[in-house]
Structures are given as C-alpha cells and as structure tokens.
C-alpha cells in the first residue's frame, strides 16, 4: 500500500473513533444532566476506555499531532471527573476517588475535579484533606464564577476540622429553639481513647487519660440507619421485620461500595470468642487515617448479619426523649466506634442521638485506663427484668452490680418487695421496707445506690406522689440522698434529673442546688450546651411527659 494510502486509511479510523467518541459523549452528558448517574456512569466508562485506547494509539503514531493528543486528554480529564460526580452521587466513593486522581493527573489544577474531590472528602469526614482541594479551586480562574459556594465550602472544612481536632461542639442553638429546623452538622471525633482487651468482654474502648464527666468520648455518624413510625400494636412485628430489612440492605450497599468501611466493619464481633478478637488499632477509626485494603477482601452475608445482630443500636434521639415524643417513633443504626462499648449497668459513658450522629460523653468522671462503658439497656430496672432484656441480647452481664445483686436477690425480703410490687403493693411501703432491710443488712456505699436504681420506679413514684410522701416522706430518705447515691453508680440520667428539678421547683433553688442540678444535666447531656441553653434544657425535660 503506499503511504498515501495508509496516511488516508488512518485518517479515516482516526476520523471513526472521533465520531464514536462525540456520541458517547454526548449521550454521557445527557445522562449526567438528567441526573441519571448509573446510566451516565456506563457511558462516561465507555467514554474513558475508547479515548485511552485513542491517546495510546496516537501516541505509537510517528508525527503526532501534540493539539489533538492534548484534545484528547483534555476530553478523558473531563469525563473521568464528570464519572467521579456520578459516582460520588450514589456514594460510591472509593472508585469517584479513583477517578478524581487519574484526572488530576492529567491536569493537576481541573477546577472541576479539585471541587469535586474536595466534596467527596467532605463527604469521607477528611476534613483537613478536603480543605486542601478547596483551596486550590479558589486559585483556579474558573473560581470567580462560584466563588461564594467554594467560601462556603472552605469554612465548612475549616469548622469541621477544627471540630474533630477539638471535639468542642455546641448544640446551644438548636437546643435554645426547642430542637426546632434541622439537626446540626457534626463532625466525626474521636477523644484520648484505645481499644483493649477487657475484663468484660473481648475488647472495649479504655480511656487513655483522664475524662471529666460531661466531656466527650466520641462523635461519630452511622454507617447505615433505617427510621420509622411504628403506630399501632399489630403493625409493630411486619414493620419492624420491613424496617430490619432495609436497615440491612443499606449496610450491604455501603459494605459493596466502601472497602474502608467494608474492612472496619469486619473487624467488629459477631458475638462468638470475642476473647480471640483482634485488638484493633483506635486510629484505624479516625477518618484521616490511610490504610491499605483489599478488594478482594470480601465480607460473606451470614457474617454480616451476625455482626449486626451484636452492634447494631436503637437510636434514641436526644430531641424526642427531652420532648418526650419518641412513643412510636423507633430507629435502628451502625455506628462503628462505638460498637467496641461495652455494656455495664453501673456504665460512666451514655449516648446522645443527634441526627444521624452518636455522641458518646462521660456521665462520671473517668480515670486514665478505666474501660467506659454505657447502657445497653435502662440500668433502672431490677435485676429481673434486666437480666430478661440482656438474654435478648446474647449478653450475660458480669458487672459488679449484677454480681452483688445476684447474691442479695437471693434474700426472701427482696423477692417480698419485688412481688409485692408486682401485686400492687403501696410503693412508698416497699421503698420504706428496702430501706430499713438495708440498715439490716449494713449494705453501704455503692451497694446501696445499686438496689436503689434497681427499685427506682418505687422511689419515683413515691416522690412523685403527694399521698405517699405524706405517708412515707419521715421515715424514707430524701429524694437528693437518693438520686445522689444512684447517680453515683449509674451516672447521669434524665429521669433522675427531672426529679432533682421537680423537687427544686417544689421547695424553691438557691444557688447550690441549682448549680447542682447544672452539673447533673452536664452529666445527662454532656457539655455540649452552653449555661443559657441548659437552662431551656432543663425546663423542657421538667415539661416533657415520661
Ligand atoms: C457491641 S459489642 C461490644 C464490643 C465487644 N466486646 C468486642 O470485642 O467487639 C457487644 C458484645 O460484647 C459483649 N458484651 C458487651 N457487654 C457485655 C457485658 N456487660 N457482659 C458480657 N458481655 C458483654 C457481648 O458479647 C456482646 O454481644
């Protein structure tokens, strides 16, 4: 063939591919506007794949024209950041991350990739690194046209990555308008914490210096949550059959498209010899933290289920348990960190719902090495009942106040009092008669907190009720004694709170009591609010019915 011919036969393929490659072109973009992402995520593909063949191809070529070797590039830039946009829209992060390298590497200033990779960042909790690209957009000349959202978008980063430096966090604002509008945005954080082997089981999270009460442990947002109404008795079983199955469908979707993810959650237990667990390392649940995984570590559905029966918990928002509108509102969600707690009914940590956000705060002081520890379950209940609820759970509880409660049970006074109750018998009776059994008994201390917290609805009511305290009110401890004692083993909590209030409000504050019941809400809440918004705190929980 002459050269002519092989220059024009060459021409003409080149001609062909160019063609194909405006059609595919404009079909991804059709579908990228109309926000169909999978579809456009298919067309950018073949998009990608057909220019990389085409710059090779010229590139084997002698005399190559450099402009349209540099169109070419320019073009698979585009489409590998327009491919990354969809990905990242249906979160698929992993692979829109991918694609945001590979076009920074053919133009390492790609206005549009530099914002793009920044909002997957973002959206990955990595907010120093996110800052990073948002900046340099702001350089870019194209900056000027959007200059107003990449602000916003840079003080966003800078708030969220001093947040999860410092933990300091407030809530003030929401709190002070009644929960009202849209939770606030968090950031993930994580305190001066490791992870252990435990006494209680397999590993637990320790605390690495010492923890003021109040003071934060960790923010971290679900993996997955799955919300619903659930009203009326005989809806409650299917729907929560329906709402456990989506819940599982949004776990399996994040573990199929984040490896990150996909690894942390593998680490957690299923519940069998937990004492065999691999002590994980705490930083590999700090968002900034690169490790190395594989995609071919895959994670069997059996296994998933098992771990999600163990760590998954009911989410228990902060705004309906202070409004008291939680009734038929029920949630279920993963959380990674948190699920290295343990349960103890004695815990020092307790868990704040805020949107889709778990904030775990020390409701005791914690000292440097000691294992925190929250309720899995209300620790104000009796042995009984919380031992049926921890069998629900697969958990034998070996805590000390199980174990102490678990020799004096055994004492026909306590199950006189346990069925008398049950029976209908005068509450302020079977407080009076713990009581006296306890002087009996000499159980002090902490022993007395735990069998006061275990017949807190007695001691609730009893307080509560005029006619019981007319009857009762000499002969039993006052209600701060009481609150105080169980406040002691099972730190902070709402209901205790809420009756420290009542009876200020009843015989009046002065500024003890009241800088007491402060620190108290502090407890139940942690120091996410500032004095002014604790105090709207405090009178919503005296207003919210039970
Ligand atoms: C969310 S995980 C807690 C972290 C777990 N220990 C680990 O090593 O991954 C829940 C599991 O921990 C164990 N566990 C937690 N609290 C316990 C307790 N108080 N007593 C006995 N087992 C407990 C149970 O096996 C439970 O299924």
Redesign the pocket.
Same mark, same amino acid.
């Given at each position: 063939m002459l050269i002519a011919e092989m220059i024009e036969e060459t021409k003409q393929l080149l001609e062909m591919a160019e063609e194909r490659l405006q059609q595919l072109r404009s079909k991804a973009t059709e579908l990228l506007l109309r926000e169909e992402w999978k579809e456009a995520i298919g067309a950018y593909s073949q998009f990608i794949t057909l220019s990389k063949d085409q710059i090779f191809q010229t590139n084997q070529q002698q005399l190559s024209d450099p402009d349209q070797l540099q169109k070419l590039r320019k073009s698979l830039c585009l489409a590998l950041s327009n491919r990354a946009e969809a990905r990242s829209r249906l979160r698929e992060f992993h692979g829109a991350l991918e694609d945001c390298d590979q076009a920074l590497e053919i133009d390492g200033t790609h206005f549009k990739t530099l914002l793009c990779k920044g909002k997957i960042l973002l959206s990955l909790n990595r907010y120093s690194m996110a800052l990073d690209f948002f900046r340099a957009a702001l350089l870019h000349p194209q900056a000027s046209g959007s200059s107003e959202s990449l602000n916003g978008y840079v003080e966003k980063s800078k708030k969220m990555d001093l947040l999860a430096r410092t933990g300091a966090l407030d809530l003030s604002d929401w709190v002070a308008n009644g929960f009202r509008g849209k939770s606030p945005e968090l950031a993930e954080y994580v305190g001066v914490v490791e992870i252990k082997k435990?006494e209680?089981?397999?590993?637990?999270l320790f605390a690495a210096k010492n923890i003021d009460a109040g003071s934060l442990v960790l923010v971290t947002k679900a993996i997955a949550l799955e919300r619903s109404i659930l009203a009326g008795k005989d809806l409650c079983e299917d729907a929560q059959l329906v709402m456990w199955k989506n819940f599982i469908d949004k776990v399996a979707d994040v573990v199929r498209k984040c490896l990150r993810t996909r690894n942390l959650i593998s680490?957690?237990?299923s519940?069998e010899d937990?004492h065999e667990?691999e002590v994980v390392d705490i930083s590999l649940f700090r968002p900034e933290t690169e490790f190395q995984v594989h995609s071919s570590d895959k994670m069997e559905m059996d296994q998933m289920l098992a771990i999600l029966d163990?760590?998954s918990l009911t989410e228990d928002s902060v705004s309906s348990n202070v409004l008291g509108r939680n009734k038929d509102y029920y949630a279920v969600g993963l959380w990674l960190l948190?699920?290295? *707690?343990?349960?103890? /009914?004695c815990p020092n940590a307790r868990r704040l719902h805020v949107g889709d956000y778990l904030i775990v705060h020390a409701s005791k002081d914690i000292k440097a090495g000691e294992e925190i520890?929250f309720a899995?379950f209300d620790p104000l209940l009796p042995l009984y009942k919380r031992k049926e609820t921890?069998m629900t759970?697969? *958990?034998?509880?070996? /805590?000390k106040r199980?174990k102490f409660e678990a020799e004096i049970s055994s004492k026909q006074e306590v199950k006189e009092i346990e069925i008398g109750l049950e029976r209908g018998m005068d509450v302020g009776g079977a407080v009076y008669k713990l009581e006296e059994e306890m002087k009996r008994w000499k159980v002090r201390g902490k022993e007395r907190g735990y069998l006061r917290a275990s017949l807190w609805c007695a001691y609730s009511e009893t307080y509560r009720s005029d006619r019981s305290m007319k009857r009762w009110g000499r002969r039993i401890p006052a209600p701060d004694e009481v609150v105080d004692s169980i406040i002691n083993v099972v730190g902070g909590d709402e209901r205790l709170l809420k009756i420290l209030m009542e009876q200020l409000k009843k015989n009046g504050a002065g500024l003890m009591e009241m800088e007491k019941a402060m620190k108290l809400a502090r407890e139940v809440y942690g120091k996410v609010v500032k004095k002014q918004a604790m105090r709207t705190l405090l009178e919503l929980c005296i207003g919210a019915n039970e």
């Open positions: 435990s209680i089981s397999g590993r637990g680490k957690l237990s519940g937990e667990l163990v760590n948190p699920a290295l *707690i343990n349960h103890s /009914c520890t899995y921890s759970l697969g *958990i034998h509880c070996r /805590c199980c």
